[in-house]
């Protein structure tokens, strides 16, 4: 059978990408605990796979690079080099050059190779260690071990059980080794299960207190592969009995239930030969019971075999019974095609509906309720499959905070929270400018320098705080700082500069920290990397309103600034509440409508310029939307308020008649409407009218500026 390496290399790819990406993340957290030897250990296994892995598929050029870092990590390592900023600094330049190097689009810069390569070369010099050399990076073609490049291929990626026999060298613990943390990596690599050996510990007067004189073994259940495995061991296993042996391949169920009777498990480990096998299973007895009867092996080795003999028949029952999860990469544009078929199918389920309700036809619509929960669970399944998690986003921005902080001479950290969070990729992927960019500002604009945080009885290294949670229909998603906040006078003088207000002019807190949302606005004293090159929170804004999302601004001076986005969870898909006004019909989101009154004119109380309701008690300011979007046509006689709950406060919407729930296929607006205010979408009815989407936020919005204007 042929291979294509082409799909394993796209593999090795897709899998380096997030080896890259959980290296930063160690590499960043190492800076914090230089000397944690767990954070070395890791940072070292990922450069040793990719250094492995690249050299088995052709990355000759990256696998060479690679091998230069993890020298100075071994170093590290055996505690001949300490772990300093510049260290750090420089492998996070080198993990970026690798992920260029890996890029079949990016054109490799020789020169900075070879000055990263240089920089890592002195490290060694300064420590009087020379280089180490890989026989296997130095043929002109690099080749992995012929037995872990047959296990990577077949396993690597499978969830597969191992047998692990370990039986550490006496004296291994005298060159530093802890026994301990070893099982405690294994551990990390999956569930697993340790039985220890306690029959070669001497009387207590032979007793030498540093030797080691247990050995294990050990069930690990693992889709790291075999190679993962053994570098765990890679620093003893010329001194110690190390044994890994596949005993589930992750494939067979029923057929292979009962997996190996417990003799053969005990050969197999070599335990027990063949003959003492043969001359037990002549006899009556239970074969584990003979075999201690004997003497031929002691109890605890049954207890162990048995063990092993349980958890495969575990493992295999469940995989009978629940079929093996498995993930296939998926491009995303071929996610979008297929949730715009399922927004197709919705169209033409509204479709049937309504005709199965005008021509009264029992069969018709039962059919046509059988298909409206069959496209919902279509539509359920289709979106899922578009949600992902924000942390893998929130991640990245780690580096972006710690690179900024030393450019600008500050202390920063980033705290993230919610990262479990998730949302439709392509909302995500469209979200990280705004991030970044907000992000940015809380560190050069918002965050103090050292000197000036301890002047003003802070804590010298500033925060950053990025958080996500739901809220209904909705993602939150919240940056907070701790740094000197806006300064209200720095913005009113700025935007009378502009010409955005007057100097008489008296503005709220709220009004005067809108102003930041201004084209061009900037406090910015000079241009530099990070601001006042006249691109701000404008661009921001309307990238978030692109979302269909809203943005606010809080802040306290001294005590910090709080950027609030709220973003839809899905762009394609909602749940609405159909409205009429005149012969226009419009949709709210759903999850949002708290509930529907009459809206009886006497109970109307115009205060201030504006509308309100007394609903239950409550004054509630409503919106007339005929006059806002200027339809001619004549008010109904029993007008209807529509209320949700908006950013700060419900609010109504005034309309002539609400029609009732409707599952809503959101589709851009034509030219004729793309820019009216209030509006973030149209969708089709079931009758083939066009209905427009409200933007609710915006409305209110809207409409709160005009009331402090009047």
């Known amino acids: 059978m042929k291979i294509n390496m082409d799909n394993h290399k796209a593999e090795f790819m897709e899998e380096a990408k997030d080896i890259l990406i959980e290296l930063e993340e160690l590499l960043m957290e190492l800076e914090k605990r230089s000397d944690d030897k767990e954070l070395v250990g890791e940072v070292f296994r990922n450069l040793h796979t990719l250094k492995g892995s690249g050299s088995m598929f052709g990355f000759d050029e990256m696998a060479r690079f690679t091998h230069q870092i993890e020298n100075v990590f071994d170093m590290v390592r055996k505690g001949q080099l300490e772990v300093t900023s510049d260290l750090i600094d420089l492998s996070l330049k080198a993990k970026d050059h690798i992920k260029k190097m890996m890029s079949p689009e990016q054109e490799i810069d020789d020169s900075q ?45 499978k969830l597969v059980t191992y047998r692990i026999r370990f039986a550490p060298a006496a004296d291994v613990q005298e060159s530093g080794t802890d026994v301990l943390k070893l099982l405690d990596e294994v551990r990390q690599l999956g569930p697993c299960r340790a039985m220890a050996y306690l029959n070669e510990i001497p009387p207590l007067d032979q007793l030498q207190e540093e030797h080691c004189y247990v050995y294990w073994d050990i069930l690990l259940t693992t889709n790291r592969g075999k190679e993962a495995i053994q570098d765990v061991f890679i620093f003893i296993e010329d001194q110690s009995k190390i044994d890994i042996q596949v005993i589930d391949d992750g494939d067979a169920v029923d057929e292979d239930m009962d997996y190996k009777k417990l003799g053969n498990i005990l050969v197999e480990r070599g335990d027990l030969d063949c003959a003492e096998m043969d001359e037990v299973l002549h006899a009556q007895k239970r074969f584990g019971e003979i075999l201690v009867d004997k003497g031929l092996i002691k109890g605890e080795k049954i207890e162990s075999a048995l063990i092993e003999q349980k958890l495969i028949r575990k493992l295999r029952e469940e995989r009978k019974h629940v079929e093996t999860q498995s993930s296939i990469r998926v491009a995303s544009d071929k996610l979008d095609d297929m949730v715009d078929l399922v927004g197709e199918l919705v169209i033409m389920q509204s479709n049937l509906n309504q005709i199965s309700t005008q021509l009264k036809n029992r069969d018709l619509m039962r059919i046509s309720k059988m298909a409206n929960r069959l496209i919902w669970d279509l539509r359920e399944k289709s979106m899922d499959m578009r949600m992902s998690p924000i942390g893998n986003t929130f991640s990245r921005y780690k580096r972006l905070v710690r690179d900024l902080s030393i450019e600008l001479g500050k202390d920063v950290e980033l705290i993230t929270e919610g990262g479990d969070t998730e949302l439709d990729k392509t909302i995500l992927d469209r979200l990280d400018g705004p991030l970044v960019h907000i992000i940015r500002n809380s560190v050069g604009h918002g965050i103090e320098l050292p000197e000036e945080r301890e002047a003003a009885g802070k804590n010298k290294n500033g925060t950053i705080l990025l958080s996500a949670s739901h809220s209904g229909p909705h993602i939150i998603i919240v940056i907070k700082d701790d740094g000197a906040g806006i300064n209200g006078e720095a913005v009113k003088i700025r935007a009378i500069e502009r010409g955005l207000i007057k100097k008489e ?206």
């Open 505 to 710: 002019d008296e503005l709220s807190e709220k009004e005067l920290l809108n102003l930041i949302f201004e084209p061009g606005f900037s406090t910015a004293e000079s241009v530099t990397n990070v601001s006042g090159r006249g691109v701000g929170m404008d661009v921001v804004k309307k990238n978030v309103e692109s979302l269909r999302g809203f943005i606010s601004l809080a802040s306290r001076p001294s005590e910090g600034t709080m950027v609030t986005l709220k973003i839809p969870l899905t762009l394609v898909i909602i749940e609405g509440l159909l409205l009429r006004i005149g012969t226009e019909n419009f949709i709210i989101p759903l999850s949002i409508v708290e509930r529907v009154v009459e809206l009886k004119r006497s109970s109307g109380d115009n205060a201030g310029g504006g509308n309100f309701a007394n609903v239950r008690g409550q004054l509630i300011p409503y919106i007339i939307l005929r006059d806002h979007f200027g339809i001619e046509a004549e008010a109904a006689e029993n007008e209807q308020i529509v209320i949700v709950e908006g950013p700060e406060q419900k609010v109504g919407f005034v309309v002539d008649r609400v029609i009732g729930e409707h599952q809503t296929v959101i589709k851009s607006l034509g030219n004729v409407y793309k820019n009216v205010e209030g509006l973030s979408g149209a969708t089709i009815l079931g009758d083939g009218n066009i209905a427009l989407i409200l933007d609710a936020d915006r409305l209110i919005s809207l409409a709160e500026h005009e009331r402090h204007k009047s």
């Open 113 to 157: 190779s070879s000055e990263l390569t240089a920089g890592f070369e002195a490290f060694q010099i300064n420590t009087g260690t020379s280089p180490a050399v890989d026989t296997n990076l130095t043929d002109e073609r690099p080749v992995a071990a012929p037995e872990r490049t047959a296990e990577a291929k077949h396993y690597k990626g």
